[in-house]
C-alpha cells in the first residue's frame, strides 16, 4: 500500500489517501504534558494561552523581516484586544533570527521558546484556546487538528507556484478545521483528526481480509 496525503493527488487501488499528514502525535502524549509549560508562567498570571506555532522558510515561504511583521501585527492586536497570553513554540526549521525577533516584538509579558522542546509543543497544543501555524507545515497544521481546536493559519505571500499547499489548507477549511489568521476570531467545533489511526485501521482490515 502507499499511503499519501489527499492533496498530493496520487490516486490508484493500492493508495490510501489521509487528510492531511501522518504523524506521531497522540491525544494521550498531549494530555501527559499539559502542565510542561506552567514552569514558564506566573502562577498569578489568569491569562488564556493562544499558542503560536512557528515553521521556518522553504522555496515556497520566506521568513523574512516583512513577512514576519505582518504575522506578528495580527498577533499582537488580537492578544492586546482579547487580554491573551501568546506563547510561541518554534520547530526544527525555525530560524534563530525569528526567535529573536519574536521576542523582541513580544516581550517579557508573553513566553517565546527559544529551543525546540517537544514537551512545550505538547502543552501548548493541550493549554491553549486557539492555536495559530504558519502555512508552510502542513505536519504542524495536521498535528494541530488533532487536538480539535481552532487553528488559524498564519500565511505568507508564496514565492513561487503553492497550489499543491492552498489545497491542503483548502481542503482542512472545508473539513471545518482551520481558517485563516485575521479573520473573526471563533470557538467552533470539529471531528479531531486522527489520520494515524484511521489509515492503520484500514490496512489492518485489507491485510485480514
Not at 507545515?137 to 494541530?144: F, R, V
Not at 505571500?157 to 482542512?172: A, C, H, S, Y
Not at 470557538?187 to 485489507?206: H, M, S, T, V
Request: proline letters at 3%; hydrophobic letters at 35%.
Amino acid at each position: 500500500f502507499i499511503v499519501s496525503p489527499e492533496h498530493d493527488g496520487l490516486i490508484g487501488d493500492n493508495v490510501i489517501n489521509t487528510k492531511g499528514a501522518i504523524h506521531y502525535l497522540t491525544e494521550n502524549g498531549i494530555d501527559e504534558n499539559k502542565d510542561y509549560l506552567k514552569k514558564f508562567i506566573s502562577k498569578d498570571d489568569n491569562r488564556k494561552i493562544l499558542g503560536f506555532i512557528i515553521g521556518g522558510p522553504t522555496k515556497h515561504y520566506e521568513y523574512s523581516t516583512k513577512n514576519l511583521k505582518v504575522i506578528f501585527s495580527v498577533l499582537y492586536n488580537l492578544i492586546r484586544e482579547y487580554n491573551f497570553r501568546l506563547v510561541a513554540i518554534p520547530s526544527m526549521r525555525t530560524p534563530k533570527s525569528t526567535i529573536k525577533y519574536a521576542k523582541e516584538f513580544f516581550g517579557d509579558a508573553h513566553t517565546i521558546i527559544e529551543n525546540i522542546d517537544k514537551k512545550a509543543y505538547l502543552s501548548v497544543l493541550a493549554l491553549s484556546e486557539y492555536i495559530v501555524v504558519t502555512c508552510d507545515s502542513s505536519s504542524m497544521i495536521s498535528e494541530s487538528a488533532l487536538t480539535g481546536k481552532p487553528i488559524y493559519i498564519a500565511n505568507i505571500p508564496p514565492k513561487k507556484n503553492d497550489k499543491r499547499f492552498q489545497k491542503f489548507r483548502n481542503l482542512f477549511r472545508e473539513l471545518n478545521i482551520a481558517r485563516n489568521l485575521g479573520e473573526q476570531l471563533e470557538i467552533w467545533n470539529y471531528q479531531k483528526l486522527d489520520e494515524a489511526n484511521r489509515i492503520a485501521k484500514i490496512i489492518k482490515e485489507k491485510i485480514n481480509f
